[in-house]
């Protein structure tokens, strides 16, 4: 994910119903999220460091431990080799058998969904996903340090226009709202968000026929092998 906040925003019901039923899930954040405040008196330093603390809490709330933070600057990333080279290193340490990217394609219908970080991270981790990880002729560096080449089977991509899988959320969205109340420094009104998120999990859910009163998350699903 780009940003701190974002895999909470799009997955975290998802990974909450994961966890549960048995899965290991590790995060990797690919930003420091020091440009996200509206307040320019704010010690960008001390913002990033707040963040991380915010993703942190978010994740224990729906069950996971491992966090990753690549630290590259907020509202500047591009899918760079160094970007790529970083992402498949997790890929590499941690071997997932799927990863949940942010897509890259422009989503017109929600355009704050595609800030142009979460474009370039979803870019670069596909990337890394296809050829970078499982190719033991990219990134050298990473054989030298001891990460072997891994295929990852599939990436699952939020907030893209091509969205065909639904998950149901329902039984998991009070841990979605835990997680994002712990990111008090980009949710000023935590009542209203928690009204918005669940009008959007309602209406992802009707458009993907999973019926009256139950929520959801989508994604677009990709065989990468």
Same mark, same amino acid.
């Given at each position: 994910m780009a940003h701190p906040d974002d895999v909470d925003f799009g997955a975290a019901g998802t990974i909450a119903a994961w966890v549960l039923a048995g899965a290991e899930v590790s995060y990797c954040i690919v930003t420091d999220g020091s440009a996200g405040a509206t307040d320019p008196s704010l010690d960008p330093g001390q913002l990033a460091l707040l963040r991380?603390?915010?993703?942190?809490?978010?994740?224990r709330a729906v069950g996971v431990e491992d966090v990753h933070f690549l630290g590259y600057k907020d509202g500047s990333l591009e899918p760079t080799m160094d970007v790529r080279r970083a992402i498949s290193r997790v890929i590499r340490q941690v071997r997932p058998a799927r990863v949940v990217a942010q897509s890259p394609e422009r989503n017109y219908e929600r355009i704050r969904?595609?800030? =142009?970080?979460? +474009? #370039?991270a979803g870019?670069?981790?596909?990337?890394?996903v296809y050829p970078d990880a499982r190719n033991p002729y990219a990134h050298p560096d990473l054989l030298a340090e001891g990460?072997?080449?891994?295929?990852?089977?599939e990436v699952w991509l939020m907030a893209s226009?091509?969205?065909?899988?639904?998950?149901?959320?329902?039984?998991?969205?009070d841990k979605k709202l835990a997680a994002l109340s712990e990111h008090k420094s980009q949710i000023p009104e935590p009542a209203q968000l928690a009204a918005f998120v669940r009008q959007w999990a309602e209406a992802t859910a009707e458009r993907h026929g999973l019926? =009256?009163?139950? +929520? #959801?998350?989508a994604f677009q699903v990709i065989d990468t092998r």
């Open positions: 991380q603390e915010e993703q942190r809490a978010a994740a969904a595609s800030h =142009p970080d979460h +474009l #370039a870019e670069a981790a596909l990337r890394a990460f072997e080449p891994y295929e990852v089977a226009p091509q969205a065909g899988v639904a998950v149901d959320i329902t039984e998991t969205f019926g =009256p009163g139950r +929520l #959801a998350e």
